[in-house]
């Protein structure tokens, strides 16, 4: 065979050469194609053309949305952050596992107990107990959503020249929370067919990622769908577990008081908990010396309508006690100031607890418990969800409560996105979202 190869015409083995490469790069970017086509067709509904759902002849061109937004509540609240060490460089976004240890204190040793000193002179002394310490592993969610499929040429198409395209949208979306990513498509979300599609994704993915971050549960992993740790589980007894021992972590625990089920405005007094609450978090902050410290109230916005409803009454109860114990002792309430007192409590979103004010964030994403779902509730009409008071700064301005995020801005990933080029994949958001 090699004799004979030698006798052709260079130029014909040229030739063949080529066309092998040809048939050779034929077959990659064969695959390369089939790689990424889309595995549906496109859908609609589509904004403009036939059947467009805003093809309305002589509509008003000023377009009202009637729908409930998402309440991102505490998704917007939280802030957002990097904070694993070694990532200064930009080489690698984040870690698989990030290690949180806390000393959790100091076994009782034989100091502790006082009739272990030494009776005689020069003697050795107790020793100490021994340091402990847990470290607890959080992971890094991955959420991902896609727009419905659209057709390129289908996306431009106007029925006729009555297909409106004045049309303005009057009430828009805030985007003023990190989690609304910054989305590429330009124009009007009623004009451009992307931009409406983008709009309902991330709509869609608000929604879902606010509930998460109440219940997410990396116990569902699998594989690469991987949820959050959500607040319900952080802020629980005996979810906090030393990856190493497998023991419960109980200095982690956090304060739980039950109102078993009191109806707010009932003969529990709520002021009465949330003061209790207050003094345990100030005395525990002091102890852990983590002073100056702050911290907000979570809560749905109807138990706050409720808890308004009743303090600046049920504050004056401990007063109404001690003077029942005097025979002729009295109370008397200014009702024009106890109004007052309501209605600038809900325009401030603030609770007044112990002498001082504490910022309430309202949060529909908390979870609700309703007579359907939970026996404990026996009337009809009444509801039943957590207040959550969640640290805002200790030792005056470090953020103990944030997201953390993986940054695909990383230059590992940039080398790959900058090979795929800009259509393929790109970033925003600081390397947010990719």
């Not at 009007?188 to 931009?195: A, F, K, P, Q, V």
Request: charged residues 15%; aromatic residues 8%; neutral net charge.
């Amino acid at each position: 065979m090699f004799p004979a190869v030698m006798q052709q015409n260079p130029v014909q083995l040229e030739r063949m050469l080529l066309l092998n490469k040809r048939d050779e790069l034929d077959r990659m970017l064969s695959a390369q194609g089939s790689k990424h086509n889309p595995t549906l067709s496109a859908s609609g509904p589509y904004g403009h053309g036939q059947n467009g759902l805003f093809n309305i002849p002589s509509t008003d061109y000023r377009i009202f949305s009637a729908m409930m937004y998402p309440d991102t509540g505490s998704l917007s609240d939280i802030p957002v952050m990097q904070s694993a060490p070694g990532q200064e460089n930009n080489d690698f976004g984040g870690v698989d596992r990030i290690f949180n240890t806390m000393l959790t204190g100091v076994t009782n040793g034989a100091l502790d107990d006082p009739l272990n000193q030494p009776t005689a002179d020069c003697a050795v002394g107790p020793q100490p107990g021994l340091t402990k310490l847990g470290t607890v592993v959080n992971t890094y969610g991955r959420y991902r959503a896609s727009t419905r499929p659209v057709s390129i040429v289908r996306a431009g198409m106007r029925s006729d020249i009555l297909d409106p395209v004045a049309l303005q949208l009057m009430n828009p979306p805030s985007s003023a929370n990190a989690f609304w990513p910054t989305l590429p498509a330009g124009g009007s979300m009623l004009i451009n067919e992307l931009s409406r599609r983008l709009w309902e994704l991330v709509i869609s993915f608000q929604r879902m990622l606010s509930a998460q971050v109440w219940t997410g549960n990396p116990a569902l992993n699998n594989d690469q769908r991987k949820y959050l740790w959500g607040l319900n589980s952080q802020i629980n007894t005996n979810t906090h577990v030393d990856f190493q021992q497998m023991a419960v972590l109980t200095a982690a625990n956090p304060f739980v008081t039950n109102f078993q089920y009191g109806l707010v405005s009932g003969t529990a007094n709520i002021v009465q908990h949330l003061e209790e609450m207050d003094a345990h978090l100030q005395y525990r902050a002091e102890r852990h010396r983590m002073t100056p410290f702050s911290y907000k109230l979570r809560m749905r916005p109807e138990l706050f309508r409720e808890i308004t409803a009743v303090y600046p009454i049920k504050a004056y109860f401990e007063a109404f006690n001690n003077v029942s114990n005097f025979t002729n002792g009295r109370v008397v309430v200014n009702a024009a100031e106890a109004l007052n007192v309501r209605d600038d409590l809900r325009r401030r979103n603030m609770l007044p607890i112990n002498g001082r004010f504490i910022p309430v964030v309202l949060d529909d994403s908390i979870a609700e418990q309703t007579p359907v779902n939970n026996a404990a509730l026996t009337r009809s009409g009444t509801y039943a969800s957590d207040i959550f008071a969640t640290p805002d700064a200790v030792l005056g301005n470090v953020p103990p409560l944030y997201f953390d995020y993986f940054n695909h801005n990383n230059s590992n990933s940039q080398s790959i996105g900058a090979l795929a080029g800009a259509v393929t994949t790109f970033t925003s958001d600081g390397g947010l979202f990719r």
